[in-house]
C-alpha cells in the first residue's frame, strides 16, 4: 500500500480538493483507495456527502484513538463507492493537544493504522489540514510520499519552502515530496507564468515532478460551495 499525504503549510490552495479527485481517479482504474480525512474541517468527506450530522453520528479517527476501548479499523471506515473507501475525523483538537513528544509523533500513526495494510488497499491517500501541528508532523512521519498543491501566488509559493523546512525540523526526509501540483492557473495573470517557471526550476533542481497545472475554474469553486 501507498501512502500519500496531500500537504502543504499553505491554506486554502486546494489541498482537499485534489485528495478527492486523485482518490477518486485512483478507484476508477481499479485501484483500491481509502481517502483518510484528517483535517478537522472534513471537507474530503463532505465531497463525499458526509454532512457534519452524519459525522457526528458516526465512529472516526477520534474512536481509533480512544485508550481504552479503540475501536477496529473496519468500524471507522466507510464505503463512498466501488474501490474507494473513506475515514473522517472528529475533535482533531483533542487529538492534536494529546500527542506530544518527537518520538510519539513519530509512531503515532503506524500504531493507530496497525494492520491496515491487510485490508488490501493499493492507496491511501491522507487529506491535511495547512499549518504546523502534532497531528501533521504525526502524518508527514508516517507517509511514504508528499504531494503538495501550489498557488501560483506570493504567499503559496512561500508555503513550499516553509513546507520544506518544516520537514527538515520535525526530522522527516524532504525527498518525501515527490510532486508540485500547480493550481488555480489563470493565464490572464502574467504573474503565474513567472511562478510556474520557478516552480518548474525548484522541481528540476530537487528532482519533484511537477504536474500539468490546473486552471481556475467556476465550476470547481462552485460544486464545491455547495458542500
Ligand atoms: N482549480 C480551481 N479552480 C477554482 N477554484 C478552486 C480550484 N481549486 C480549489 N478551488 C477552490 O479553492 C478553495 C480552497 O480549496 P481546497 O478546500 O481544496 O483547499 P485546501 O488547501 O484544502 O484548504 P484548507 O487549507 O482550508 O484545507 C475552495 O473553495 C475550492 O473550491
Ligand atoms: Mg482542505
Redo the contacts with the bound molecule.
Keep these: 500500500m501507498k501512502k500519500i499525504a496531500i500537504f502543504t503549510e499553505k ?8 485528495s478527492v479527485n486523485t482518490s477518486h481517479a485512483l478507484s476508477k482504474t481499479n485501484r483500491k483507495t481509502l481517502l483518510v480525512d484528517l ?1 478537522g ?1 472534513n ?1 474530503s468527506a463532505r465531497n463525499f456527502g458526509y454532512t457534519k450530522e452524519r459525522i457526528k453520528e458516526r465512529k472516526s479517527f477520534y474512536e481509533l484513538t480512544d485508550r481504552r476501548n479503540p475501536a477496529k479499523l473496519s468500524e471507522v471506515i466507510y464505503n463512498v463507492r466501488e474501490n474507494l473507501d473513506i475515514m473522517f475525523n472528529r475533535k482533531m483538537y483533542q487529538i492534536n493537544r494529546e500527542i506530544t513528544g518527537e518520538s510519539q509523533l513519530h509512531k503515532y500513526l503506524f500504531k493507530m493504522f496497525n494492520g491496515i495494510e491487510e485490508l488490501g488497499y493499493h492507496n491511501m491517500i491522507i487529506d491535511c ?2 499549518s504546523e501541528s502534532n497531528i501533521n508532523t504525526a502524518i508527514l512521519s508516517y507517509v511514504d510520499y508528499i504531494i503538495v ?1 501550489v498557488e501560483l501566488e506570493t504567499f503559496s509559493m512561500e508555503g513550499v519552502s516553509d513546507t520544506f523546512d518544516y520537514l527538515v525540523d520535525i526530522d522527516v526526509d524532504p525527498r518525501k515530496i515527490v510532486m508540485f501540483v500547480p ?2 492557473l489563470d493565464l490572464r495573470q502574467t504573474e503565474m507564468k513567472e511562478y510556474l517557471e520557478k516552480l518548474q526550476a525548484l522541481g528540476e533542481k530537487y528532482n519533484i515532478k511537477v504536474s500539468k497545472p ?4 467556476t465550476i ?2 462552485k460544486r ?2 455547495r458542500i
Excluded at 486554502?12 to 485534489?18: A, Q, R
Aim: proline share 8%; aromatic share 0%.
Design positions: 491554506g486554502g490552495v486546494g489541498k482537499t480538493i485534489l483535517d474541517q471537507n489540514g495547512p498543491p493550481n488555480k490546473v486552471h481556475s475554474r470547481i469553486k464545491h460551495q
